[in-house]
Every structure is written in C-alpha cells, then in structure tokens.
T-cell receptor
C-alpha cells in the first residue's frame, strides 16, 4: 500500500490525557497537511509542512496542539491535556511538488485517526 | 468572512435527476478549484478540478467556473444512489475547504 498511512485509526482517551497521531505520507510527497473534521463540517485546516519546515499554522490551533516532521518524512500531531471538544477525525494529507499531481494541487488523504475524549 | 462558502444542504434529488452544488469564494486571485467527494466515514477524494472559466466535463460530472462572479459549481447528471456523499469545494492555492454539501440520491 503506497497511500497515506495514519495511526492509530481510533483512539479513546480520558480528558486531560495526551495523545499522539502519526502520519506517513506517500513517498516523495514533500508537502504534508493536518486537518480536523467534526460531524457535518468540512475539514478544518490545522497545519502545513514542506519537508521538515512547518510553514503554516492555523490560528485555531491552540498551544495544546503541536506537530512535527523531523526528517521531512513522517509527521506527528500531539494533543496535550485533551478536552472533550478535541473529539474529531484528524486527517493527514500529502501532495507532491513534481509531476501531474503537483500541477493539479490534489491532496491525497489518509483514512484518518478518530479521537474520542471521554 | 470564510474563504469558501457552499450552498447549504442537505440536498436530496431523485435518481436520474441533476444535482447542482454551488460554491462561492472570496479570493479573486484563485486560479484553480477542486471538488472533493467524501463518503460517510471515509476521507475526501478528488473528483474534479478546474482552472479556466467555463465548463469542464468528466462523465456525468460537470464543473463550472465563473471567475467574474467568483463561483464554482458542480453538476451531477443522471444522479445515482452511489453519488450520495458530502461534496467539498476548495480553492487550489488555499488550505481551506468549504463546509460541504450533503447529497442524498433517492432511488
């Protein structure tokens, strides 16, 4: 499978705990995006990496959220001191900078990581 | 003001009818637009993109772009129950998606 891979697929945690999600983008896709999606809403942009550099971060992203992409390959999204309002699907997407898909701007999404905060 | 606004749903159409989904945007500099389809419980997948004013057809799907009026639409002809999903629009040079329009095609 050469698609975007996200782990874990489901996470149930208690309020106040920390959680970390991992995203492995498609090989050679140097652009990586994190989105959050709640029921009935479109994906909400969280942050964007080009290689290892975090180039854009949503104002909605509180300081409890941090994302890294240390070697320009996989990325992690950590949520500290989770709150019930953090319950959502966390989507990762990647995009190449070469080839046809680079020209179209298409984002390739993973299956998402669903977080439930009790 | 949100960058991308979609017509409110949900939208229900009978099988075989034309479904019309609309999106308006605020950034006049946007050059490309995308329509993604998202089935319940699944991730978004790209179904159409359009760069130029006018229509772009792909099978039963037609994307229409009007840069002067700043709107982009998606028409689905001969709607099928398998088209039932949420449709999301996105400007190519922005990070943000619209809120989505839920479409149900009734057999």
């Amino acid at each position: 499978d050469t698609g975007v891979s996200q782990n874990p697929r489901h996470k149930i945690t208690k309020r106040g705990q920390n959680v970390t999600f991992r995203c492995d983008p498609i090989s050679e896709h140097n652009r990586l995006y994190w989105y959050r999606q709640t029921l009935g809403q479109g994906p909400e942009f969280l942050t964007y990496f080009q290689n290892e550099a975090q180039l854009e971060k949503s104002r909605l992203l509180s300081d409890r959220f941090s994302a890294e992409r240390p070697k320009g390959s996989f990325s992690t999204l950590e949520i500290q001191r989770t709150e019930q309002g953090d319950s959502a699907m966390y989507l990762c997407a990647s995009r190449p900078t070469k080839g046809l898909a680079a020209n179209t701007g298409e984002l390739f999404f993973g299956e998402g990581s669903r977080l439930t905060v009790l | 003001q949100k960058e991308v606004e979609q017509n409110s749903g949900p939208l229900s159409v009978p099988e075989g009818a034309i479904a019309s989904l609309n999106c308006t945007y605020s950034d006049r500099g946007s050059q490309s637009f995308f329509w993604y389809r998202q089935y319940s419980g699944k991730s978004p997948e790209l179904i159409m993109f359009i760069y130029s004013n006018g229509d772009k057809e792909d099978g039963r799907f037609t994307a229409q772009l009007n840069k002067a009026s700043q709107y982009v639409s998606l028409l689905i002809r001969d709607s099928q129950p398998s088209d039932s999903a949420t449709y999301l629009c996105k400007m190519g040079n922005q990070f943000y998606f619209g809120t989505g329009t839920s479409l149900t095609v009734i057999p």
